[in-house]
């Protein structure tokens, strides 16, 4: 990538961007919102988890992305009986009698983690060490993993019985939490006109691995005024029950805040936003477009807020609210 300045690269991420945004469209109805947070994640470097009942396309989607990225894709079904060799890999004897290692599923540009909650600790705790340090141990020996490298791991919400909820500390590795929703009617008829006719659409290949890790590389390049700095920590330092800067509705009805990391995925979300919407630097609007995906997760609610009917959302607005006048 031969751009001659920053602002130059910047404008090309936009442009392509917006391509893949259109290619994924090709296939994907209705689920505009989904596509582009996905796609943010992507060029921040970071993970997602998707929320939502099945058939809603995840699957789809998943796939899509990675044909219009040019990427390697896997799907792994996680399962009450899944090991962690099931997704690492595992050493195995040859005849020449010497050790081996079968790479798992998990060496792939993008890996669909299908219903992560199905499957035990270990093997959640073992898909959850390769996405912090992109790199898996077996029998002693370290493996990178290829780069770029994204999870996108799926929870029904709706089954829950012989399932392992993650515990908050290990959703907050997750940059996005992205709640999937049925589509609208009209979108529904088009999905159903589309699945059930004989055409085939085909999604072009817009950009290369080497092309998203220079966009990912340029992300944290973007500068970022200290204003929309301080704006973001304080947004998550308000989440924190009986701290200085907690707010009433936290206090009343949080047990636990989001941490540095949010303030972190905040900028760097913040920071994508800005660029894919044609600015070079963020404001505190790119925080704020990014901010219910980021910290949904990452705020446990207590038991008076589940009694009366106060989600995590509208915690998230209040915190927004508050900060109108905020310098």
Not at 163 to 176: K, S
Request: proline share 5%; hydrophobic share 45%; net charge negative.
């Amino acid at each position: 990538m031969n751009y001659k300045s920053d602002v130059e690269a910047v404008d090309a991420l936009k442009a392509s961007f917006e391509k893949l945004l259109s290619e994924v469209q090709k296939v994907i109805i209705g689920q505009d919102e989904i596509v582009k947070n996905t796609l943010l994640s992507i060029f921040s470097g970071g993970h997602c988890m998707l929320v939502g009942v099945p058939g809603l396309a995840k699957t789809l989607l998943v796939n899509t992305i990675a044909g219009a990225l040019g990427l390697n894709y896997k799907r792994i079904q996680f399962t009450p009986d899944l090991m962690p060799s099931d997704i690492i890999g595992a050493e195995i004897l040859t005849e020449s009698r010497n050790f081996k290692f079968v790479k798992g599923p998990l060496f792939a540009n993008i890996v669909l983690a299908d219903e992560i909650n199905r499957t035990p600790p270990k093997t959640q705790s073992a898909l959850l060490e390769a996405m912090q340090e992109k790199s898996v141990t077996a029998a002693g020996n370290t493996y990178k993993l290829q780069e770029p490298f994204f999870v996108l791991a799926t929870q029904n919400p709706i089954e829950q019985e012989g399932t392992y909820p993650l515990p908050e500390a290990q959703l907050d590795r997750f940059m996005f939490n992205i709640l999937l929703d049925y589509p609208k009617l009209h979108d529904e008829i088009a999905i159903v006109s589309e699945t059930t006719s004989d055409a085939v659409k085909t999604v072009e290949k817009v950009m290369s691995a080497e092309e998203i890790l220079y966009f990912q590389h340029l992300v944290r390049r973007i500068p970022v005024n200290e204003h929309v700095l301080k704006y973001a920590v304080y947004l998550a330092a308000k989440s924190r029950p009986k701290t200085e800067h907690a707010l009433a509705i936290t206090n009343q009805y949080v047990n636990w805040g989001a941490g540095p990391r949010a303030s972190q995925f905040l900028i760097l979300g913040a920071k994508v936003h800005a660029a894919v919407s044609g600015k070079y630097s963020p404001d505190v609007e790119d925080v704020n477009a990014v901010a219910f995906p980021i910290l949904r997760h990452r705020i446990v609610r207590n038991y008076k807020a589940e009694a009366e009917g106060v989600t995590v959302d509208n915690i998230v607005q209040k915190l927004i609210d508050s900060q109108k006048d905020f310098n």
